[in-house]
Protein backbone atom coordinates (compact mmCIF):
# COMPACT_ATOMS: atom_id res chain seq x y z
CA UNK A 1 0.00 0.00 0.00
CA UNK A 2 1.03 3.62 -0.29
CA UNK A 3 -0.41 6.94 1.24
CA UNK A 4 0.32 10.25 -0.49
CA UNK A 5 0.10 13.82 0.79
CA UNK A 6 -0.08 16.74 -1.63
CA UNK A 7 1.33 20.10 -0.67
CA UNK A 8 2.25 23.32 -2.70
CA UNK A 9 -1.02 24.66 -3.31
CA UNK A 10 -2.33 28.01 -3.11
CA UNK A 11 -3.32 31.32 -4.68
CA UNK A 12 -1.81 32.59 -7.41
CA UNK A 13 -2.18 35.07 -10.55
CA UNK A 14 -2.44 34.32 -13.44
CA UNK A 15 0.74 33.62 -15.47
CA UNK A 16 2.81 33.02 -12.17
CA UNK A 17 3.69 28.96 -11.39
CA UNK A 18 3.24 26.39 -8.85
CA UNK A 19 5.03 23.75 -8.10
CA UNK A 20 2.86 20.85 -6.10
CA UNK A 21 4.45 17.84 -4.76
CA UNK A 22 3.04 14.75 -3.70
CA UNK A 23 4.96 12.78 -0.82
CA UNK A 24 4.57 8.70 -1.11
CA UNK A 25 4.87 6.64 2.32
CA UNK A 26 6.01 2.96 1.56
CA UNK A 27 9.41 1.41 0.06
CA UNK A 28 7.83 0.65 -3.38
CA UNK A 29 7.11 4.24 -4.71
CA UNK A 30 9.45 3.55 -7.81
CA UNK A 31 6.93 0.83 -8.87
CA UNK A 32 4.20 2.61 -9.32
CA UNK A 33 3.10 4.68 -12.03
CA UNK A 34 2.09 8.68 -10.85
CA UNK A 35 -0.78 10.58 -11.65
CA UNK A 36 -2.07 14.12 -11.10
CA UNK A 37 -5.92 14.95 -11.91
CA UNK A 38 -7.69 17.93 -10.72
CA UNK A 39 -11.55 18.83 -10.16
CA UNK A 40 -12.89 22.05 -10.18
CA UNK A 41 -16.25 22.94 -8.50
CA UNK A 42 -19.10 21.65 -10.62
CA UNK A 43 -17.15 18.97 -13.00
CA UNK A 44 -15.66 16.06 -13.40
CA UNK A 45 -12.37 14.95 -12.35
CA UNK A 46 -9.84 15.32 -14.65
CA UNK A 47 -6.40 14.05 -15.87
CA UNK A 48 -3.94 16.55 -15.98
CA UNK A 49 -0.37 14.05 -16.51
CA UNK A 50 1.22 10.98 -15.56
CA UNK A 51 4.28 9.80 -15.07
CA UNK A 52 5.83 5.81 -15.30
CA UNK A 53 7.68 4.39 -12.67
CA UNK A 54 11.06 4.59 -14.11
CA UNK A 55 10.43 8.43 -15.58
CA UNK A 56 10.82 7.05 -19.05
CA UNK A 57 7.31 8.10 -20.24
CA UNK A 58 5.20 10.94 -19.45
CA UNK A 59 1.58 12.20 -20.76
CA UNK A 60 -0.13 15.32 -20.48
CA UNK A 61 -3.67 16.58 -21.16
CA UNK A 62 -3.60 18.74 -24.12
CA UNK A 63 -5.33 21.78 -21.57
CA UNK A 64 -1.80 21.96 -19.61
CA UNK A 65 0.77 20.08 -22.50
CA UNK A 66 3.75 23.38 -22.76
CA UNK A 67 3.08 24.85 -19.38
CA UNK A 68 3.04 21.55 -16.81
CA UNK A 69 5.82 19.28 -16.03
CA UNK A 70 5.51 15.63 -14.43
CA UNK A 71 8.71 14.45 -12.27
CA UNK A 72 9.47 12.49 -10.22
CA UNK A 73 12.12 11.27 -7.45
CA UNK A 74 11.81 7.99 -6.60
CA UNK A 75 15.01 8.61 -3.73
CA UNK A 76 12.35 11.24 -1.89
CA UNK A 77 9.39 8.96 -2.95
CA UNK A 78 7.93 11.94 -4.09
CA UNK A 79 5.95 13.48 -7.67
CA UNK A 80 6.03 16.67 -8.94
CA UNK A 81 3.78 18.89 -10.87
CA UNK A 82 5.84 22.04 -12.21
CA UNK A 83 3.02 24.44 -13.27
CA UNK A 84 3.72 27.86 -15.39
CA UNK A 85 1.65 29.87 -16.97
CA UNK A 86 -1.38 29.69 -14.78
CA UNK A 87 -4.77 30.50 -16.23
CA UNK A 88 -8.00 31.11 -14.05
CA UNK A 89 -9.60 28.02 -15.66
CA UNK A 90 -6.73 26.12 -14.36
CA UNK A 91 -8.47 26.73 -10.66
CA UNK A 92 -9.42 23.00 -9.05
CA UNK A 93 -8.33 20.84 -6.44
CA UNK A 94 -5.42 18.99 -7.50
CA UNK A 95 -4.80 15.22 -6.20
CA UNK A 96 -1.81 13.00 -7.20
CA UNK A 97 -2.93 8.83 -7.56
CA UNK A 98 -0.85 5.81 -7.72
CA UNK A 99 -0.68 2.68 -9.17
CA UNK A 100 1.06 -0.18 -10.52
CA UNK A 101 1.00 -2.72 -12.48
CA UNK A 102 0.05 -0.71 -15.59
CA UNK A 103 1.12 -2.18 -19.03
CA UNK A 104 3.66 -0.73 -20.71
CA UNK A 105 2.06 -1.27 -24.00
CA UNK A 106 -1.36 0.77 -23.53
CA UNK A 107 0.02 3.18 -20.56
CA UNK A 108 -0.48 5.71 -22.22
CA UNK A 109 -4.54 4.45 -22.66
CA UNK A 110 -4.54 3.81 -18.84
CA UNK A 111 -2.57 6.16 -17.03
CA UNK A 112 -5.35 8.87 -18.21
CA UNK A 113 -8.35 6.82 -16.73
CA UNK A 114 -8.60 8.00 -13.11
CA UNK A 115 -10.50 4.50 -12.58
CA UNK A 116 -7.07 2.78 -12.77
CA UNK A 117 -5.74 4.39 -10.10
CA UNK A 118 -6.28 2.47 -6.49
CA UNK A 119 -4.11 5.02 -4.22
CA UNK A 120 -5.34 8.83 -4.10
CA UNK A 121 -4.14 11.87 -1.74
CA UNK A 122 -6.47 14.22 -0.35
CA UNK A 123 -5.76 17.01 -2.74
CA UNK A 124 -4.66 20.62 -2.58
CA UNK A 125 -6.21 23.50 -3.62
CA UNK A 126 -4.99 25.48 -6.53
CA UNK A 127 -6.80 28.82 -7.36
CA UNK A 128 -6.09 31.44 -9.67
CA UNK A 129 -6.50 34.78 -10.53
CA UNK A 130 -7.14 36.85 -13.56
Known amino acids: QVQLVESGGGLVQAGDSLRLSCAAS????????MGWFRQAPGKEREFVAA????????YYADSVKGRFTISRDNAKSTVYLQMNSLKPEDTAFYYC???????????????????????WGQGTQVTVSS
Open 97 to 119: AAQRGMPTTVWRTIAQRSDEYGY
Open 51 to 58: ISWSAGST
Open 26 to 33: GRTFSTYT
